[in-house]
């Protein structure tokens, strides 16, 4: 059973709040229509009051969307709201008089309470403030993996306009034990933010395209240890080819993806594909990670350093192994499990089917191009590891992909957290049962004899 603890505490800690735009309600507390001194914004004086201060270097009040870039979590986008209210002084600056935090749910529409409240902090007459929130805890229900996340922050803000604020995030992630010193934010008015709102002074939100390899710039693929640059950065992998095979043979490929802190040699031999390459006839590639936070580049749904190698693994394994582009497959467990399935959806024109041992998706749903089909296998209810419970988020992943259209087998093998090699042979027949070419499933009439009573089609067991 797979229960390394390694980075444990990263992926059991994740801050999983969802990557879509905040939702429409109003917090109870904030008057954005009002000026300084409860005069109408722009309005006339009432009673002989002074007109309303000018907002200069000083943010309007309202309901903001912060979205904050969280560089030591691959660049993972965070969104928050804030409820500001503050008091414009005259040359400039002013008192925010009040800052209340809430978190934004995984279905970008439900917002939280009030996490923590801020009186008082000063903007100096550049616009330049600092925003200590300490031990606020984000509740495991506005996650994505359900655990509550310990967070002590600083936004070190800089007011670019009314409308506009951004600056640097630092502090400490609490529960993964994660200093913060090179994150960023973003924040512009809720009804601006749009669906890239901005996360840093330079950002317009999106990202930009990492490069990749062209075939002639691809290595001699070889049986065993291989390597090349990706993206900037040295990439490992290994390969398992069969002995001979014929000429001008075209053959599948599978990809195998270890879990979080998880040796290769370690998910290798749990899932023993290897033993099966030579009767079965395909290429069997197991990559290396870079040791991020939860394993594989997961949390964001830009291009990323890990889909570049995919893209880069298999473009050389069709310029040098003439691998088949119809019958490219993936499969892992755990942080694999998950990588796999973000494959499935943000590279669903490439990968024919999904072998998924105690998986989930970490960013929300993205309702992909071409709906694959996926097999989810995982331990029950005793699925637990990292402090994470993988039976509610398979269920979780169900309850997105079969109403959405995925073909889905469920198979509680009731083991716990494992990938043991007696189940290899029915996820193989699972795998090899698809094409890209046809996402339509030959299994939706009935699963083959290979498979155990504990597998039922678009169904959890």
């Not at 992630?173 to 512009?188: E, K």
Request: proline share 7%.
């Amino acid at each position: 059973m797979f229960v390394r603890l390694g980075r444990g505490a990263v992926l059991a800690a994740l801050v999983g709040i969802g990557l879509t735009a905040c939702g429409e309600s109003k917090g109870d507390d904030t008057n954005a229509d009002a000026g300084a001194g409860g005069a109408p914004a722009g309005g006339t004086p009432v009673g002989g009051a002074q007109a309303p201060v000018e907002r200069e270097n000083f943010p309007n009040d309202g309901q903001w969307r912060f979205t904050a870039s969280i560089a030591e979590l691959s660049g993972y986008k965070l969104p928050l709201q804030v409820d500001l209210v503050g008091a414009p002084a005259a040359g400039g600056g002013g008192v925010l008089t009040r800052l209340s935090l809430r978190a934004i749910a995984p279905d970008g529409v439900t917002v939280s309470d009030v996490l923590a409240t801020l009186n008082d902090i000063v903007v100096d007459p550049e616009g330049k403030f600092s925003a200590p929130f300490e031990n606020v805890t984000l509740p495991g229900a506005f996650t994505i993996t359900g655990s509550d996340v310990l967070v002590s922050v600083v936004f070190g803000g800089e007011v670019r306009s009314p409308e506009f604020v951004c600056g640097t995030v630092t502090g400490q992630i609490i529960t993964l034990d994660q200093a913060l010193t090179m994150s960023t934010f973003g924040g512009v008015p809720a009804e601006d933010a749009g669906s890239e709102p901005p996360y840093s002074c330079d950002s317009q939100g999106g990202g930009s395209q990492l490069p990749r390899l062209t075939a002639e710039q691809c290595p001699d693929i070889v049986a065993g240890e291989n390597a090349f640059e990706s993206a900037g950065q040295s990439r490992t992998f290994r390969v398992y080819s069969p002995s001979s095979l014929p000429d001008g043979a075209s053959p599948p490929v599978i990809f195998l993806w270890h879990g979080l802190g998880q040796p290769i040699d370690e998910i290798e031999t749990m899932s023993a594909l290897r033993d099966s390459v030579e009767a079965k006839g395909f290429v069997l590639v197991v990559p290396e990670s870079l040791a991020l936070p939860v394993e594989w580049d997961q949390l964001t749904s830009s291009d990323n350093v890990d889909l570049a190698f995919f893209d880069d693994m298999v473009t050389c394994l069709g310029a040098k192994l003439n691998a088949d582009s119809d019958r490219i497959y993936t499969a892992g467990l755990s942080a694999g499990a998950r990588w796999s399935t973000y494959l499935t959806m943000f590279r669903s024109e490439q990968i024919a089917a999904a072998a998924l041992f105690s998986g989930g998706l970490l960013v929300p749903y993205p309702a992909p191009a071409v709906k694959r089909p996926l097999l989810g296998a995982w331990g029950g209810v005793e699925d637990i590891a990292f402090e994470q419970n993988f039976d509610t988020l398979v269920r979780d992943l169900a309850a997105q992909v079969i109403p959405a259209g995925h073909f889905f087998v469920g198979c509680n093998h009731a083991q716990g957290h494992t990938w043991e090699p007696e189940f290899t042979p029915w996820a193989l027949d699972f795998l090899f049962a698809h094409t890209a070419s046809d996402a339509a499933s030959p299994l939706a009439a009935g699963l083959p004899e290979s498979f155990p009573a504990y597998c039922a089609v678009n169904a959890l067991p």
